[in-house]
């Protein structure tokens, strides 16, 4: 302290020795942090008055009242913060759980197969697209068959040769099973085009748009949309397997679309590699096969003309998918023709004569190829063909000159080493290098065959000559497809397939967008040219010309070639291809027409789908999450579309149900809708099947109905169909929209009816095509006719409603016939108007219904199992248990198998496959499609059979048990009130009959 008190005065200033620069710069340091400190601390003192200045009252001396917690207040109101002209609102809790993140990533479906890039092709996209604009070098088909008869391996082959990719020779490609499912599965779901430029054996090139449609049964529908858009049919048929119940169906369908078939016949390695059959026995096989198919094409033509299928026609094709070849009869004489002496020499021709040589050459194939089939035999010694043997030994020349080469091809390359191949191979024509010879057998066999057939140039030809192009099927096509009439610029456009017609598109299917977001419509350009960027019009299922609800207009957003698993967009497509449109799906559900916004004259829809099958089973949707209603309602929209016969709709009792054709179908509908289209768990009921009502005698008495106003009165009778009518009507053989003379000559001369009721028939319900029958039995004497004439709209609108939901388990009602055989009509309009006579015919329908012994009919599937011979008897037991039967036990020529046929209610097949599988160890394969309604035995009006919780009805109580289940599932009363559809004098009229 001493020596500090020497270094100061007595006032403070210092007198001790001078201080160092570096301690004078440590002393200005610390007053500037000192001066900064304090600043700061002035300027938190600042923020605080200012900050607690809302909190205080500034009107008014402070208060020292005690102030409660609860009425404190610490923080300011979110009114004095963001103003009073903001709308806050309080969560007490997160409205978004935590499992859930802010900010959600991009979901991306992964559920197709799709090319990252165009591949590159034997064609240039500028030279298909100058093909689109000639119609006489394109061909529209569609590649039908049973299901695993190769139809998507067949069309393998041409993808292979047209784009230049390394395909792996050990790995079946399947290029249009785009979906991933279809991958899994092994069998095709969907539908799809692919567009592809072929030459033929003369090197001309055509545009082949090919249409590979799904094999199994369930999917017949996109079989259906695929023949629209199509001018011929490719039936793919396994040379082993034969015929079978998908064939027979294709083949029935394409009878009565009109379409001309190619057949070819598959799997041609299965005959040499499984069956091990001889060259001769191969050949009996193979002709029993296409006589079978000349059988059920005769039987299909039903007395019309239709076209023989055989090999020396050109019109079967043999192939083997899995080997990558496809030859023709022709194909072969060509062969022959390379490795012969040259015509002009041995004619003596000069060798300047380059024409009569061509002509030599096609005269020579073309005999050579009549003589390789059928009873023909080849003569050595005179070098001619006969039809009788030169020998008891000699063989047919379809089996010396065709299979007796391709059996020493596949018996050389599958069992002789490099060294004793190679010549053989050099002698043919074919090179191989060194590594390829280190293959396994059966990509060196499918490379061998690939190079030794060369290109399919055969099933080309096939096409070419006997599939007409759209230009030449455009007349056809229009009167078969076409509502509207046949003069107009419309009718005019689409008869002669004309690219600067007006506008008119067939949208038969829609694909599903990348993201599942939506659609994109597929369809034919029948007339014009659809370009992108136009403005068009949708024309929907149920537009009319005087009823234009259903139309829309729409701007077309892309256009797109769509080319299995990639998409070529283009500016415009003319009339006759095949087009992928954008921006239009919006108002389409299944099917639609689409024409120029500005349409030159009123405009006509296409027919819809007239389909070979029926969704007859329905199951029950709930999401497991009730607030994903919504969603879930969304994604069955989208399930509507997206499957031609997919039916989803609301009961009454507030459940929500799909109809489909068959288990695997609404499996596959189910996973789209959980994967794809609501992307949400649902539950799923007990699957059920769809019922219809029908009567089983005449009614008992005469049922009449009157109006609310009681000025109206409608009487009628009902009783069963003829046999087969009902189907005639369903299959279109017959319309409503006929002339009364085409009607009644109809009826008269296939069902014996008379000539007043054939010519007095009103209308089918409840559509257009429906199975029932509505007469007007009136006579002129009775009935004003005029009236009766003012008011047929109403009944007929009355009729169709109650043939829609009948009066047992609001089930629609088939194969009846209502007679209307007495009316009184007000002479005053307004006492005649709808709303009094539509219920009242409704009513009137009913009630004559059930005072005709009704009865409630049950869907019906035909089964077809291939079976071994030891495993019939387990089929059989199988079946009995479920109600079924077998109609038909055929034995597979060249085959060990068998054939069975069957019969198995809807109801009772549930499980079916997955037994059948089980009790045959697997031996057994079956497929069941819809084939016809049967009544199920029983009253089910009876009240005096006694359900039984969980045990077996009789026979006789089926009928009572559906009704009583399907009414309960419902939400309807267990028994059908009568006094609903009978009026009060009827009743008291029924009731004094049966009083003695």
């Given at each position: 302290?001493?020596?500090?008190?020497?270094?100061?005065?007595?006032?403070?200033?210092?007198?001790?020795?001078?201080?160092?620069?570096?301690?004078?710069?440590?002393?200005?340091?610390?007053?500037?942090?000192?001066?900064?400190?304090?600043?700061?601390?002035?300027?938190?003192?600042?923020?605080?008055?200012?900050?607690?200045?809302?909190?205080?009252?500034?009107?008014?001396?402070?208060?020292?009242?005690?102030?409660?917690?609860?009425?404190?207040?610490?923080?300011?109101?979110?009114?004095?913060?963001?103003?009073?002209?903001?709308?806050?609102?309080?969560?007490?809790?997160?409205?978004?759980?935590?499992?859930?993140?802010?900010?959600?990533?991009?979901?991306?479906?992964?559920?197709?197969?799709?090319?990252?890039?165009?591949?590159?092709?034997?064609?240039?996209?500028?030279?298909?697209?100058?093909?689109?604009?000639?119609?006489?070098?394109?061909?529209?088909?569609?590649?039908?068959?049973?299901?695993?008869?190769?139809?998507?391996?067949?069309?393998?082959?041409?993808?292979?040769?047209?784009?230049?990719?390394?395909?792996?020779?050990?790995?079946?490609?399947?290029?249009?099973?785009?979906?991933?499912?279809?991958?899994?599965?092994?069998?095709?779901?969907?539908?799809?085009?692919?567009?592809?430029?072929?030459?033929?054996?003369?090197?001309?090139?055509?545009?082949?748009?090919?249409?590979?449609?799904?094999?199994?049964?369930?999917?017949?529908?996109?079989?259906?949309?695929?023949?629209?858009?199509?001018?011929?049919?490719?039936?793919?048929?396994?040379?082993?397997?034969?015929?079978?119940?998908?064939?027979?169906?294709?083949?029935?369908?394409?009878?009565?679309?009109?379409?001309?078939?190619?057949?070819?016949?598959?799997?041609?390695?299965?005959?040499?590699?499984?069956?091990?059959?001889?060259?001769?026995?191969?050949?009996?096989?193979?002709?029993?096969?296409?006589?079978?198919?000349?059988?059920?094409?005769?039987?299909?033509?039903?007395?019309?003309?239709?076209?023989?299928?055989?090999?020396?026609?050109?019109?079967?094709?043999?192939?083997?998918?899995?080997?990558?070849?496809?030859?023709?009869?022709?194909?072969?004489?060509?062969?022959?023709?390379?490795?012969?002496?040259?015509?002009?020499?041995?004619?003596?021709?000069?060798?300047?004569?380059?024409?009569?040589?061509?002509?030599?050459?096609?005269?020579?194939?073309?005999?050579?190829?009549?003589?390789?089939?059928?009873?023909?035999?080849?003569?050595?010694?005179?070098?001619?063909?006969?039809?009788?043997?030169?020998?008891?030994?000699?063989?047919?020349?379809?089996?010396?000159?065709?299979?007796?080469?391709?059996?020493?091809?596949?018996?050389?390359?599958?069992?002789?080493?490099?060294?004793?191949?190679?010549?053989?191979?050099?002698?043919?024509?074919?090179?191989?290098?060194?590594?390829?010879?280190?293959?396994?057998?059966?990509?060196?066999?499918?490379?061998?065959?690939?190079?030794?057939?060369?290109?399919?140039?055969?099933?080309?030809?096939?096409?070419?000559?006997?599939?007409?192009?759209?230009?030449?099927?455009?007349?056809?096509?229009?009167?078969?497809?076409?509502?509207?009439?046949?003069?107009?610029?419309?009718?005019?456009?689409?008869?002669?397939?004309?690219?600067?017609?007006?506008?008119?598109?067939?949208?038969?299917?829609?694909?599903?967008?990348?993201?599942?977001?939506?659609?994109?419509?597929?369809?034919?350009?029948?007339?014009?040219?659809?370009?992108?960027?136009?403005?068009?019009?949708?024309?929907?299922?149920?537009?009319?010309?005087?009823?234009?609800?259903?139309?829309?207009?729409?701007?077309?957003?892309?256009?797109?070639?769509?080319?299995g698993r990639y998409r070529v967009e283009v500016d415009h497509i003319p009339a006759g291809n095949w087009v992928l449109l954008g921006g239009v799906d919006n108002p389409i559900m299944k099917t639609a027409?689409?024409?120029?916004?500005?349409?030159?004259?009123?405009?006509?829809?296409?027919?819809?789908?007239?389909?070979?099958?029926?969704?007859?089973?329905?199951?029950?949707?709930?999401?497991?999450?009730?607030?994903?209603?919504?969603?879930?309602?969304?994604?069955?929209?989208?399930?509507?579309?997206?499957?031609?016969?997919?039916?989803?709709?609301?009961?009454?009792?507030?459940?929500?149900?799909?109809?489909?054709?068959?288990?695997?179908?609404?499996?596959?509908?189910?996973?789209?809708?959980?994967?794809?289209?609501?992307?949400?768990?649902?539950?799923?009921?007990?699957?059920?099947?769809?019922?219809?009502?029908?009567?089983?005698?005449?009614?008992?008495?005469?049922c009449f109905a009157h109006t609310a106003n009681k000025k109206n009165k409608l009487t009628m009778i009902c009783e069963p169909l003829e046999k087969g009518l009902a189907e005639d009507i369903e299959n279109?053989?017959?319309?409503?929209?006929?002339?009364?003379?085409?009607?009644?000559?109809?009826?008269?001369?296939?069902?014996?009816?008379?000539?007043?009721?054939?010519?007095?028939?009103?209308?089918?319900?409840?559509?257009?095509?429906?199975?029932?029958?509505?007469?007007?039995?009136?006579?002129?004497?009775?009935?004003?006719?005029?009236?009766?004439?003012?008011?047929?709209?109403?009944?007929?609108?009355?009729?169709?409603?109650?043939?829609?939901?009948?009066?047992?388990?609001?089930?629609?009602?088939?194969?009846?016939?209502?007679?209307?055989?007495?009316?009184?009509?007000?002479?005053?309009?307004?006492?005649?108007?709808?709303?009094?006579?539509?219920?009242?015919?409704?009513?009137?329908?009913?009630?004559?219904?059930?005072?005709?012994?009704?009865?409630?009919?049950?869907?019906?599937?035909?089964?077809?199992?291939?079976?071994?011979?030891d495993c019939i008897t387990a089929v059989m037991a199988v079946l009995s248990k479920r109600r079924g039967y077998v109609i038909a036990e055929v034995p597979k020529p060249g085959t060990p198998l068998y054939?069975?046929?069957?019969?198995?209610?809807?109801?009772?097949?549930?499980?079916?496959?997955?037994?059948?599988?089980?009790?045959?160890?697997?031996?057994?394969?079956?497929?069941?499609?819809?084939?016809?309604?049967?009544?199920?035995?029983?009253?089910?009006?009876?009240?005096?059979?006694?359900?039984?919780?969980?045990?077996?009805?009789?026979?006789?109580?089926?009928?009572?048990?559906?009704?009583?289940?399907?009414?309960?599932?419902?939400?309807?009363?267990?028994?059908?009130?009568?006094?609903?559809?009978?009026?009060?004098?009827?009743?008291?009229?029924?009731?004094?009959?049966?009083?003695?």
């Open positions: 302290m001493e020596e500090a008190s020497e270094l100061y005065d007595e006032f403070g200033n210092y007198i001790g020795p001078d201080v160092s620069e570096e301690e004078d710069e440590e002393d200005e340091e610390a007053a500037e942090r000192e001066k900064e400190r304090r600043a700061r601390e002035q300027a938190d003192a600042a923020e605080a008055a200012a900050g607690a200045n809302p909190m205080e009252e500034d009107e008014g001396p402070k208060s020292n009242a005690i102030v409660l917690h609860q009425d404190k207040k610490f923080f300011p109101s979110a009114e004095e913060i963001y103003g009073p002209d903001a709308e806050v609102l309080v969560e007490e809790e997160d409205a978004q759980p935590l499992s859930k993140p802010i900010i959600e990533p991009v979901k991306i479906f992964k559920f197709q197969t799709e090319e990252k890039a165009q591949p590159p092709t034997s064609f240039s996209l500028e030279y298909m697209c100058s093909l689109m604009d000639a119609p006489h070098l394109i061909r529209n088909i569609v590649l039908a068959g049973q299901l695993h008869h190769g139809k998507t391996s067949f069309l393998d082959i041409f993808v292979q040769q047209t784009h230049q990719k390394n395909w792996a020779l050990t790995k079946n490609t399947r290029y249009t099973d785009t979906r991933i499912d279809e991958q899994e599965m092994g069998l095709s779901i969907k539908s799809l085009p692919m567009s592809l430029v072929l030459p033929n054996s003369a090197g001309k090139n055509y545009l082949i748009n090919f249409i590979d449609s799904p094999g199994h049964v369930n999917f017949s529908d996109e079989v259906t949309a695929s023949f629209r858009v199509s001018d011929g049919v490719v039936v793919i048929v396994d040379a082993v397997e034969g015929v079978m119940v998908q064939t027979e169906r294709v083949m029935k369908h394409a009878v009565q679309e009109r379409l001309p078939m190619i057949i070819v016949i598959n799997k041609m390695d299965r005959l040499i590699l499984e069956l091990k059959l001889p060259p001769a026995d191969a050949y009996h096989k193979l002709r029993h096969t296409i006589e079978e198919l000349n059988a059920l094409l005769e039987t299909c033509a039903h007395g019309t003309e239709h076209r023989r299928v055989s090999p020396e026609l050109g019109n079967v094709v043999f192939a083997s998918s899995l080997y990558g070849f496809c030859f023709s009869l022709e194909n072969f004489a060509q062969l022959y023709l390379a490795h012969r002496a040259p015509v002009k020499e041995q004619k003596g021709l000069s060798l300047n004569q380059e024409a009569p040589d061509a002509i030599e050459k096609l005269e020579f194939v073309s005999k050579f190829a009549r003589n390789l089939w059928g009873d023909r035999y080849f003569n050595p010694e005179t070098r001619t063909f006969s039809s009788k043997a030169p020998n008891p030994r000699a063989n047919r020349s379809f089996v010396e000159f065709v299979l007796e080469p391709l059996y020493k091809i596949f018996s050389h390359v599958a069992g002789e080493e490099r060294e004793v191949l190679e010549p053989v191979l050099t002698e043919l024509g074919i090179s191989l290098r060194a590594h390829e010879y280190q293959m396994d057998t059966q990509p060196l066999l499918k490379l061998v065959l690939s190079r030794f057939f060369g290109r399919c140039t055969g099933f080309v030809d096939a096409v070419v000559r006997h599939f007409p192009s759209p230009a030449d099927a455009a007349r056809a096509k229009t009167e078969q497809c076409y509502t509207g009439p046949a003069y107009g610029d419309y009718a005019k456009g689409l008869a002669s397939c004309d690219p600067a017609g007006p506008l008119m598109v067939n949208i038969v299917k829609l694909y599903t967008k990348h993201d599942c977001s939506g659609f994109d419509a597929f369809g034919r350009v029948m007339s014009g040219t659809v370009r992108v960027g136009e403005r068009v019009r949708v024309l929907g299922e149920s537009y009319t010309p005087t009823d234009e609800e259903e139309m829309s207009e729409e701007e077309i957003s892309k256009v797109w070639i769509l080319q027409t689409i024409v120029s916004a500005k349409p030159p004259e009123q405009p006509y829809i296409f027919r819809q789908l007239c389909f070979n099958t029926a969704s007859v089973v329905k199951v029950a949707v709930e999401p497991l999450n009730p607030s994903e209603l919504p969603k879930m309602l969304d994604g069955l929209r989208k399930i509507n579309k997206s499957y031609p016969l997919a039916v989803t709709k609301k009961e009454e009792s507030g459940e929500h149900t799909i109809l489909g054709t068959g288990e695997l179908y609404l499996d596959c509908v189910l996973r789209d809708l959980r994967k794809l289209y609501s992307d949400i768990e649902v539950k799923v009921a007990d699957p059920v099947v769809a019922f219809c009502e029908t009567v089983a005698e005449t009614s008992s008495l005469k279109k053989v017959v319309s409503a929209t006929w002339d009364n003379k085409r009607m009644s000559e109809f009826f008269q001369m296939n069902y014996g009816w008379d000539l007043l009721a054939a010519r007095s028939v009103w209308a089918f319900g409840p559509d257009a095509q429906g199975p029932n029958v509505l007469i007007d039995d009136t006579l002129p004497t009775e009935v004003d006719k005029r009236l009766l004439g003012a008011v047929r709209k109403f009944v007929v609108q009355g009729f169709n409603w109650g043939t829609r939901e009948g009066p047992l388990c609001e089930e629609p009602i088939r194969n009846v016939k209502f007679k209307l055989i007495d009316a009184v009509i007000a002479e005053d309009e307004i006492q005649r108007s709808g709303v009094q006579l539509i219920p009242t015919a409704r009513r009137v329908c009913y009630s004559a219904f059930l005072m005709a012994a009704p009865r409630l009919m049950e869907p019906v599937f035909f089964v077809e199992v291939q079976t071994p011979a054939t069975l046929r069957a019969e198995i209610p809807v109801v009772d097949s549930f499980g079916f496959e997955t037994d059948l599988r089980m009790h045959s160890q697997g031996q057994a394969f079956c497929l069941s499609v819809f084939d016809h309604w049967a009544v199920v035995p029983g009253d089910p009006l009876d009240k005096s059979i006694v359900l039984r919780p969980l045990a077996v009805s009789q026979p006789f109580e089926l009928a009572r048990e559906f009704m009583v289940k399907t009414r309960r599932r419902k939400g309807l009363s267990e028994d059908v009130t009568i006094s609903k559809f009978f009026d009060e004098e009827l009743m008291t009229f029924m009731e004094s009959a049966v009083t003695p």
